[in-house]
């Protein structure tokens, strides 16, 4: 985890046609980028990846379920071997893309109900580690992050500055009062909160104002002392 002052990493999810990417890729250091199952294509895969190669933003594979039309959030029951196999198509998917336009996929980070799932479910946290090959795995502490460490992958821990927590410390599903969190002072004093307990702070791309509260948590930690860096980069600490 990172220690104050040092490095964090700040991360927004892009590919999913409902933000500005480019100004997205121009604040944060790291992109997860939807690999088609919930949102995207290849012609949005390509322009993500090419502009993240051009500022030097880490990519990573954003794998969802196959749901498109829920963007991603219902739960879903796919048995281990498809799931696995989806997750390996998409990942693939974006791997091919990335290299093409002089980068790489540096991690792997679920997506909505599949992000949520695997926290909880052996077999379908499982099944995400086995189709994503020896990538590190960014997320909230639980059955996937425990397998890959268990495993020998690397495993970055992340927090939500937008979003509210319940007692547990897992996310409150969004149809609960305080889930999403849209006062931009409410979203940089948890980033500052977390930022000491985490690798990385996601900024939902598909949130209103998503540019403006990215720019404004930067512009926080910067002035509270902060570096901003990639997941992954020497100088991320504890990883």
């Known amino acids: 985890m990172a220690e104050l002052p040092g490095t964090v990493d700040l991360n927004a999810d892009l590919g999913e046609e409902v933000t500005d990417d480019a100004a997205l890729l121009a604040v944060v250091t790291s992109a997860n980028v939807a690999c088609g199952y919930h949102a995207g294509s290849a012609d949005i895969m390509r322009t993500v990846c090419a502009e993240a190669a051009r500022r030097g933003v880490a990519l990573g594979a954003q794998v969802s379920y196959a749901d498109r039309e829920g963007f991603g959030r219902r739960r879903t029951d796919v048995a281990a071997e498809l799931l696995?196999?989806?997750?390996?198509?998409?990942?693939?998917?974006?791997?091919?893309?990335?290299?093409?336009?002089?980068?790489?996929?540096?991690?792997?980070?679920?997506?909505?109900?599949?992000?949520?799932?695997?926290?909880?479910?052996?077999?379908?946290?499982?099944?995400?580690?086995?189709?994503?090959?020896?990538?590190?795995?960014?997320g909230m502490p639980g059955a996937l992050l425990r397998l890959a460490a268990a495993a020998g992958r690397e495993v970055w821990h992340e927090g939500f500055p937008d979003r509210g927590y319940d007692d547990t410390g897992r996310l409150l599903p969004r149809d609960r009062p305080g889930a999403v969190l849209d006062d931009?002072?409410?979203?940089?004093?948890?980033?500052?909160?977390l930022a000491p307990r985490v690798d990385s702070l996601c900024l939902h791309g598909d949130a209103p104002g998503a540019v403006a509260h990215a720019s404004a948590v930067r512009r926080a930690l910067e002035a509270a002392g902060w570096s901003l860096g990639p997941v992954g980069a020497p100088d991320i600490l504890g990883t």
């Open 184 to 193: 931009v002072r409410a979203v940089t004093a948890q980033a500052l909160a």
């Open 84 to 138: 696995r196999e989806q997750v390996a198509d998409q990942v693939g998917v974006l791997g091919a893309i990335a290299v093409s336009e002089g980068t790489a996929v540096r991690y792997l980070k679920p997506h909505g109900a599949l992000y949520h799932r695997a926290i909880e479910d052996e077999v379908q946290a499982g099944a995400v580690l086995a189709g994503s090959g020896d990538l590190p795995v960014l």
